[in-house]
């Protein structure tokens, strides 16, 4: 048996399953969201119980800084960002309102995950007074809520 024959062969499958591996990542994240490294959107939006209430909102992960935000009843703001290989991305925002600074975690991966890519690839969250909530798709309502931290 030829050795560089095998290497070849071997090297020619490797190759043919990584060109169909990214061919149905493309085709998944066409349809949906892709469960390979998926570009995930994370909304906030404020929705206070009081209308002319405005909040400040900053996010922020170890890599990256997605800046203040100022947002009135009803105002949302979004990023989109992928999830690292190590399955350590996370995102936390720090909220702004009633003359305090609260924190709650926006992305914990083994957390969110499968809740953002089974609602097409989007993390939204409503701020409220009592914490943030998480869109329930299965519910169709902002009732996953979290407590904030200090």
């Known amino acids: 048996m030829d050795p560089k024959g095998v290497s070849m062969r071997v090297f020619a499958l490797l190759l043919a399953f990584v060109i ?3 061919m149905n990542a493309q085709v998944a994240e066409a ?15 404020n929705q ?18 997605m800046g203040e935000h100022t947002l ?5 703001t979004t990023f989109s960002f992928r999830p690292n290989v190590f399955y350590t991305t ?6 702004y309102w009633n003359d ?11 957390r969110d995950i499968n809740r953002c890519c089974d609602n097409h690839c989007d ?3 409503a701020i409220t ?22």
């Open 48 to 65: 206070m119980d009081k209308p002319a209430t405005s909040i400040k909102v900053h996010c922020k992960s170890k890599e990256d800084d």
């Open 123 to 125: 993390c939204n969250w």
């Open 90 to 95: 996370a995102y936390w925002c720090d909220v």
């Open 20 to 22: 169909l591996f990214v």
């Open 31 to 45: 349809h949906g969201c892709s469960w390979i490294l998926p570009k995930l959107y994370l909304t906030v939006e």
């Open 100 to 110: 305090k600074w609260v924190v709650f975690d926006a992305y914990d991966h083994f």
């Open 129 to 150: 007074s009592k914490g943030p909530c998480f869109w329930n798709r299965k519910t169709q309502k902002y009732d996953l809520c979290e407590s904030w931290r200090n």
């Open 72 to 76: 009135w009843n009803g105002m949302h």
